[in-house]
């Protein structure tokens, strides 16, 4: 494809002759893309901060940063295991998932209620690839672990194109600012999620449309529809996008695909696993096209809505909106704006801003060479500018805290945990086990566990519950994010699709002495029943 300079795009094999000859990979001029070549010149050290660094720095800073990336969020999802912080929604229920998979099992989860086949609440049947992991170490830790190494892998092509495109300084510079970013922080500080897996596929995927690999990009995109049932929005968005690029016919095909994918999951396959239907439909009222033209109300009676727009402006300084390449972030976003759940629109942590966090990094890497080459003495300080908004909006102190990674008594063993785990350790293998919220994935890997209350289960001969985890879940209000969220949450409850408030636990644990079960410890809040047949 010719340039806006008239320069042909290089070939495979004229790139590779360049590298041998220590050349830089020169840029097609592409003025929708954000620019690349400037006056004949690569876009190497078009930035003052991006002056080439050695060869050797350039290969092997990708893996390196990944690598890092990959120890930090490993290290920051264990010790918020060890104290306490995941849930049996989401790590157990995916555990208890993974383990039916790696067993050549239907994905059923007792957490859920009984028999509730995983496949009816989110269509993501590419988490059975992590079976064989089950197969050597059938753990949760092992989830938590997989899903660092996945999103650790997003740093790759992003470090490798930053690098290319920006020079060695500021390429590291807004690498790093990626692998710290508050969408992955949160996704990395919520559990372990299947979205996990969109992360490296959209930042490869991505970077190949930057580059203009459409059949790379189409590669890397096509299995998003395995990952959750929404996904297929973003791969019709990316077929649009090769529509509009000149590749109509594979961008059309890639557009019906998407789009059917979504249909079918949930139209047919959802309710197919669910007979209750697709459960988080209730929380987009009239249907997603009624609530889709009651946005801008929406925004109104709900002004957090407006939060993650903000944030995806933000932290790049509204840079990214130099390249077409950030309307990708719309399939990933608008269905969580229509939707009335205020964890939908969270930027906390939850874990989904993360497909977004690539999308935005490739395309405001994109645009900024543009920047740079301006004849306008603004827009270049623009340019040099955004890297810093960039560094200081990713490490503030606010997004900092709120996530925790970067605090050091996140990795301090509390009281508390230690306590309870004492109480665990009383509970022998193979048991029946109802388990409040936070304990629930301390037991999955030695026994049968369901939530607590156990929903009808007569099975259970023990309860454990976390008494200080419910006080602390009252005082913060978490429980408390509106009345009409709190009365869906309440009926979804009584399905067995959601887990129970603290009210209903708190409900439920009056109950215990009347069907036979004795209390036999107590420790700092953390208290064990055993029932008497």
């Not at 993974?98 to 993501?124: M, Q, S, T």
């Not at 004492?422 to 049968?448: F, K, T």
């Amino acid at each position: 494809m010719p340039g806006a300079a008239g320069v042909e795009e290089p070939t495979g094999e004229a790139e590779a002759a360049g590298a041998a000859a220590g050349e830089a990979k020169p840029e097609n001029a592409d003025p929708v893309d954000g620019g690349g070549t400037v006056g004949g010149r690569s876009d190497e050290g078009v930035l003052p901060e991006g002056s080439a660094g050695p060869e050797r720095l350039r290969r092997w800073a990708p893996g390196v940063l990944a690598a890092f990336l990959f120890c930090l969020y490993s290290a920051y999802a264990i010790a918020r295991h060890r104290n306490l912080y995941t849930g049996g929604f989401d790590l157990g229920i995916f555990d208890q998932a993974v383990r039916a998979y790696a067993a050549f099992e239907a994905p059923i989860v007792p957490i859920k209620g009984p028999g509730f086949n995983l496949l009816g609440d989110h269509f993501h049947p590419i988490i059975a690839l992590l079976a064989p992991l089950y197969w050597l170490w059938p753990h949760p830790v092992t989830l938590l672990v997989a899903q660092a190494a996945l999103i650790a892998v997003s740093a790759v092509p992003i470090t490798r194109y930053a690098l290319r495109r920006l020079g060695t300084g500021a390429g590291l510079t807004m690498s790093a600012m990626y692998g710290l970013s508050w969408g992955v922080q949160g996704a990395i500080g919520f559990d372990f999620h299947e979205i996990a897996f969109a992360v490296p596929m959209l930042a490869f995927a991505m970077v190949a449309l930057a580059e203009h690999r459409w059949t790379a990009a189409v590669a890397w995109t096509l299995p998003l529809i395995f990952v959750k049932e929404d996904m297929g929005l973003t791969v019709a968005a990316v077929g649009a996008y090769l529509c509009w690029r000149g590749s109509r016919r594979t961008g059309a095909l890639l557009v019906v695909i998407g789009l059917g994918a979504v249909a079918l999951t949930v139209k047919v396959l959802l309710p197919y696993f669910n007979t209750n239907g697709f459960s988080y439909s209730e929380f987009v009222e009239g249907g997603p096209f009624q609530a889709l033209l009651g946005l801008p109300l929406g925004f109104g009676e709900h002004p957090g809505k407006a939060m993650p727009i903000i944030m995806v402006l933000v932290i790049t300084c509204g840079a990214a909106l130099r390249s077409p390449l950030t309307l990708l972030v719309i399939p990933g976003l608008l269905p969580r704006l229509i939707s009335d759940n205020p964890f939908h629109w969270s930027i906390g942590g939850v874990h989904y801003n993360a497909p977004l966090m690539p999308v935005l990094f490739v395309a405001t890497i994109s645009a900024l060479p543009a920047f740079a080459a301006s004849r306008h003495r603004f827009a270049r300080r623009y340019g040099r500018v955004v890297i810093w908004v960039t560094v200081v909006s990713t490490l503030l102190p606010p997004m900092v805290v709120w996530n925790g990674m970067l605090v050091p008594d996140t990795y301090r063993l509390e009281r508390h945990a230690v306590a309870a785990g004492r109480v665990l350790s009383m509970i022998p293998d193979g048991a029946a086990v109802a388990a409040s919220n936070r304990l629930a994935p301390h037991l999955v890997d030695r026994a049968e566990v369901v939530l607590f209350p156990s929903r009808g289960d007569d099975r259970v001969d023990w309860v454990v519950i976390d008494t200080i985890y419910w006080a602390k879940e009252e005082a913060s209000g978490a429980s408390k994010p509106g009345r009409e969220y709190i009365e869906a949450r309440e009926r979804r409850a009584e399905l067995g699709l959601d887990s129970p408030s603290s009210r209903q636990q708190s409900a439920a644990l009056r109950t215990l002495g009347g069907r036979g079960f004795v209390q036999v410890a107590s420790e700092d809040g953390v208290l064990l029943f055993r029932r008497n047949r």
